[in-house]
């Protein structure tokens, strides 16, 4: 079972760690419960013992159904992370709120939604601006103190907020997005990062299904995508066609186009987790496959290439800047 250390923090997790966005119906509809136990089940089973989720999933949806898949796996073997920001206002509306009282309570509900007694890892969500930024590291420092928190962290930061929030606190995590077609933090965060040996878990690597290689660009969509504009028209198609292209390459790895595009995205060294939202078993099973490959350099830089804007940013095999 592959582990790595998720930089300063010291957890020993699995590369790709269990997402549980995917519980958020109004982004993306229902899912099926029960498939989502046995997804975490197998996740389990094939090496994975990292699962991510947050109070604002569902609105606490997403923590209760992880805490009820692994209330029978055993404590000491898995990691969990969950977030806070939000202060959830009866009618369903939301406003950011980090402030003390506010922290404590919600760090108690995720506690009992989860099912245990210590969040391995808990991350501010997005960044709060009203809060000052000693107010809020004081409260993460006392629930760390009370056993209730082992480790913090951040996600949605910019590298100047998490410079910012590291002036008052040991935040040792930092969750951005990223994907080989949007690279978001390459030129500023990650580098920030790995200087600072701050575990790096980043989310949608496969930029929201898009390089799963499952599309061929005349999908429809009823979640959120459908407003997305990676998942309209010629640009839907354009991408799906350059996801198709690497068939070729993953033949010759072995692997599907999904694990050779998630084996290519944890080459990166500041990138320690690739944190992968799953609907079924099968899925687990084809991320799973990923862990432990190794894809050559020149491939890394022919996919990101393929992928751009990447390709349009990085240097390629020959060493000319694209």
Same mark, same amino acid.
Request: aromatic share 10%; hydrophobic share 35%.
């Given at each position: 079972?592959?582990?790595?250390?998720?930089?300063?923090?010291?957890?020993?997790?699995?590369?790709?760690?269990?997402?549980?966005?995917?519980?958020?119906?109004?982004?993306?509809?229902?899912?099926?419960?029960?498939?989502?136990?046995?997804?975490?089940?197998?996740?389990?089973?094939?090496?994975?013992?990292?699962?991510?989720?947050?109070?604002?999933?569902?609105?606490?949806?997403?923590?209760?159904?992880?805490?009820?898949?692994?209330?029978?796996?055993?404590?000491?073997?898995?990691?969990?992370?969950?977030?806070?920001?939000?202060?959830?206002?009866?009618?369903?509306?939301?406003?950011?709120?980090?402030?003390?009282?506010?922290?404590?309570?919600?760090?108690?509900?995720?506690?009992?939604?989860?099912?245990?007694?210590?969040?391995?890892?808990? *991350?501010?969500?997005?960044?709060? !601006? #009203?809060? /000052?930024?000693?107010? =809020? &590291?004081?409260?993460?420092?006392?629930?760390?103190? @009370?056993?209730?928190?082992?480790?913090?962290?951040?996600?949605?930061?910019?590298?100047?907020?998490?410079?910012?929030?590291?002036?008052?606190?040991?935040?040792?995590?930092?969750?951005?997005?990223?994907?080989?077609?949007?690279?978001?933090?390459?030129?500023?965060?990650?580098?920030?990062?790995?200087?600072?040996?701050?575990?790096?878990?980043?989310?949608?690597?496969?930029?929201?299904?898009?390089?799963?290689?499952?599309?061929?660009?005349?999908?429809?969509?009823?979640?959120?995508?459908?407003?997305?504009?990676?998942?309209?028209?010629?640009?839907?198609?354009?991408?799906?066609?350059?996801?198709?292209?690497?068939?070729?390459?993953?033949?010759?790895?072995?692997?599907?186009?999904?694990? *050779?595009?998630?084996?290519?995205? !944890? #080459?990166? /060294?500041?990138?320690? =987790? &690739?944190?992968?939202?799953?609907?079924?078993?099968? @899925?687990?099973?084809?991320?799973?496959?990923?862990?432990?490959?190794?894809?050559?350099?020149?491939?890394?830089?022919?996919?990101?290439?393929?992928?751009?804007?990447?390709?349009?940013?990085?240097?390629?095999?020959?060493?000319?800047?694209?």
């Amino acid at each position: 079972m592959e582990r790595v250390r998720l930089g300063r923090s010291g957890l020993s997790v699995s590369p790709v760690a269990f997402g549980t966005w995917q519980l958020s119906p109004r982004f993306w509809g229902e899912v099926d419960k029960k498939e989502i136990l046995a997804a975490v089940r197998l996740a389990f089973d094939k090496g994975i013992n990292f699962f991510d989720t947050a109070d604002a999933y569902g609105d606490g949806y997403g923590e209760s159904t992880l805490g009820e898949a692994i209330r029978d796996l055993p404590r000491g073997e898995i990691v969990v992370c969950t977030k806070v920001y939000n202060h959830f206002n009866p009618d369903g509306s939301r406003y950011p709120d980090l402030s003390r009282e506010h922290l404590i309570e919600r760090c108690e509900a995720s506690l009992k939604r989860l099912g245990v007694e210590r969040i391995d890892l808990y *991350l501010l969500h997005f960044y709060d !601006l #009203m809060t /000052p930024l000693e107010e =809020v &590291a004081g409260v993460l420092d006392q629930l760390r103190e @009370q056993g209730k928190v082992r480790t913090i962290g951040v996600s949605n930061h910019s590298v100047e907020q998490v410079r910012a929030q590291r002036r008052f606190g040991p935040y040792d995590v930092v969750q951005p997005p990223y994907s080989l077609i949007d690279p978001t933090g390459e030129d500023d965060l990650l580098p920030y990062c790995q200087g600072q040996d701050l575990g790096v878990m980043i989310y949608s690597p496969m930029h929201k299904g898009l390089l799963t290689g499952k599309y061929r660009g005349d999908e429809t969509f009823a979640d959120f995508r459908k407003h997305h504009p990676d998942f309209q028209g010629q640009r839907f198609r354009d991408l799906c066609r350059a996801v198709q292209s690497l068939a070729p390459m993953a033949r010759r790895y072995g692997l599907t186009l999904y694990q *050779l595009i998630l084996a290519a995205t !944890l #080459m990166h /060294p500041a990138i320690h =987790v &690739a944190v992968c939202g799953f609907k079924n078993p099968d @899925q687990v099973a084809e991320a799973a496959g990923a862990l432990g490959r190794r894809i050559e350099r020149p491939d890394v830089f022919a996919i990101r290439k393929t992928l751009g804007p990447a390709g349009a940013k990085v240097i390629d095999a020959s060493g000319t800047r694209k």
